[in-house]
């Protein structure tokens, strides 16, 4: 998937999900806001840390769960069902935006994402055999049925107001036009092939794609911030 948009801080909403590791190497996760990021690392052999911090430990093809939030507004807390560790980050407290996944890193699956009670992603396998992904499934589930369900399934959306000065420009973001789905993890479709179309332009400006009007955009664009509003002034 890569890139993983949170739709609200962490001081709010926890996160919480499942890493299962065929293979306890590199870097995998990471924790993104514009002034601080944090990664999770696969070291040592049976360790995961958080900036080189011990988080757990754990086997090849164990699963673990783990949770982020901030107890405090510049305390950040992951925590296992044994321990919990603490890190110092006001930044990520309160401007954490998404989670990415490195799928080149990655060796294994990264499970069952949310934020708060809201799905962010079902399941997201990379460097796996066909055979270990199936194996880890529930084995009465079928290919078949889940394109079934997938495409069944609709897309949640969420938006939070845009503010611009009279006059001024802002680059628009994920959390503007917001689609919560799995897309990415059951049919494969990447954030460029999810793309929007304008049926009505805005009243008092323009959108901007590279500094061009425009009235189509992908959710690629909103992840960079490439799509600008410009209002007019009026």
């Known amino acids: 998937m890569g890139v993983i948009p949170l739709f609200t801080g962490l001081l709010f909403a926890s996160v ?22 944090l990664t999770l690392s696969l070291v040592g052999g049976k360790a995961q840390t958080a900036d080189s911090i011990p988080v757990a ?31 110092q980050s006001a930044a990520l407290c309160s401007s954490a935006e998404s989670l990415y996944v490195d799928e080149e890193a990655l060796f294994g ?29 529930n084995h009465d589930e079928t290919t078949e049925s889940e394109e079934n ?30 689609v919560f789905t799995d897309h990415d993890a059951r049919l494969n479709v990447s954030n460029k092939d999810v793309s929007f179309s304008l049926l009505d332009g805005p ?11 425009t009235a189509t955009f992908t959710y690629a ?3 960079v911030r490439s799509l600008v509003y410009r209002h007019d002034g009026s």
């Open 57 to 87: 430990s754990l086997e090849e093809g164990e699963t673990l769960s783990l949770t982020i939030r901030c107890v405090t507004p510049s305390t950040l807390q992951i925590a296992t069902s044994e321990s919990a560790t603490v890190i």
């Open 16 to 37: 919480r999900l499942d890493l299962t590791p065929t293979k306890l190497d590199g870097n995998p996760l990471h924790l993104l806001s514009p002034s601080r990021n």
């Open 203 to 213: 009243l008092h400006g323009s959108l901007l794609l590279h500094d061009r009007p």
């Open 149 to 178: 369900e997938s495409s069944s399934r609709q897309p949640v959306y969420v938006a939070e107001p845009l503010e611009v000065n009279e006059g001024g420009s802002v680059p628009l973001q994920w959390r503007n036009v917001y």
């Open 109 to 137: 699956c990264v499970s069952n994402v949310y934020q708060g009670q809201v799905l962010l992603m079902e399941r997201l396998c990379s460097n796996v055999s066909p055979t270990e992904t199936s194996t880890s499934r």
């Open 221 to 223: 664009d909103l992840l």
